[in-house]
């Protein structure tokens, strides 16, 4: 059934009803769909007090029901109507919810991790994104990424791995991010994601010379090339996982005649993170 099935009026009365029932989870979705009428209707009034009476019903739903990764999704969906109408205080306290049923489920010995509890653990991260708080979404991409891996969804953790590294290189935290893309590039191997792989073999490369780890950026360098092999990729990625490898090995002139007619594809971060390579293995040559 979608909203426009109905007038307004009998909307109200079948998320009334369902509220009654404690069906919060469908008189929610009422509320929803009376919000995007009056959207359409563009009566703002209307529209925040029917979305705000959604929220509350995802929160009452969250606290009923008894699956920990459930009632974050749940939880999280109010926290959002909440903040993009106003009311930050009820926004923060549906937040608050989230991080303690996610701290409580991390540390649950015997938790089977489906599909639906490591998806809930990305939008918390995703949430805590949206909020600034990056070194909490890090740790909860990271601890999902785990999770995901030892239950055999590879494909989901790799990008999850590349989530938390994301948000480690927001923060300015290279080491972290570099052990973030490194992880993100064996999982994407595994899943044959060649482009994926290469990718951030590279950019993981890049920082452990940034941190004067050269051996290791040397292997990051060597992978990203297999990658390029397997995935008979021919492309940048190539040229790069070769300039990460010379500069791993102090060959900082042929690295620079590579890379003096490569940069200009590259987005400006990107280029940044290279040059500070540059700059890390010359200071350790000289």
């Not at 926290?79 to 009311?87: E, M, N, Q, T, V």
Request: hydrophobic fraction near 40%; aromatic fraction near 12%.
């Amino acid at each position: 059934m979608s909203y426009g099935s109905y007038n307004p009026v009998y909307l109200e009365g079948l998320a009334e009803e369902a509220l009654r029932r404690g069906d919060y989870e469908s008189a929610a979705r009422f509320f929803h769909y009376l919000t995007a009428h009056y959207s359409i209707m563009n009566d703002k009034l209307c529209q925040r007090r029917f979305a705000i009476k959604a929220g509350e019903c995802y929160m009452l739903a969250a606290e009923k029901v008894n699956d920990l990764a459930r009632a974050i999704a749940l939880y999280l969906r109010a926290a959002r109507i909440f903040r993009d109408y106003g009311d930050t205080e009820m926004a923060h306290s549906c937040g608050l919810k989230a991080w303690e049923h996610y701290t409580t489920l991390i540390n649950e010995e015997g938790f089977r991790w489906d599909y639906e509890g490591i998806h809930a653990l990305k939008l918390l991260g995703d949430f805590l994104t949206e909020e600034g708080d990056l070194e909490r979404a890090a740790r909860v991409y990271w601890d999902a990424a785990e999770k995901a891996l030892r239950s055999g969804k590879i494909h989901l953790a790799s990008g999850l791995y590349r989530d938390a590294g994301d948000r480690y290189m927001r923060m300015g935290n290279m080491g972290s991010a570099s052990k973030s893309y490194l992880m993100a590039a064996e999982a994407y191997f595994r899943c044959q994601e060649y482009f994926e792989a290469a990718w951030h073999y590279c950019e993981a490369g890049f920082m452990l010379l940034c941190l004067k780890k050269p051996e290791e950026a040397l292997e990051a360098s060597e992978k990203a090339e297999l990658a390029c092999y397997r995935g008979q990729i021919e492309v940048f990625l190539k040229d790069l996982s070769q300039i990460c490898k010379l500069l791993s090995k102090g060959s900082v002139h042929d690295a620079e005649k590579i890379w003096d007619g490569l940069q200009a594809k590259f987005r400006k971060e990107y280029v940044q993170l290279v040059e500070l390579s540059f700059e890390a293995c010359r200071l350790s040559s000289s």
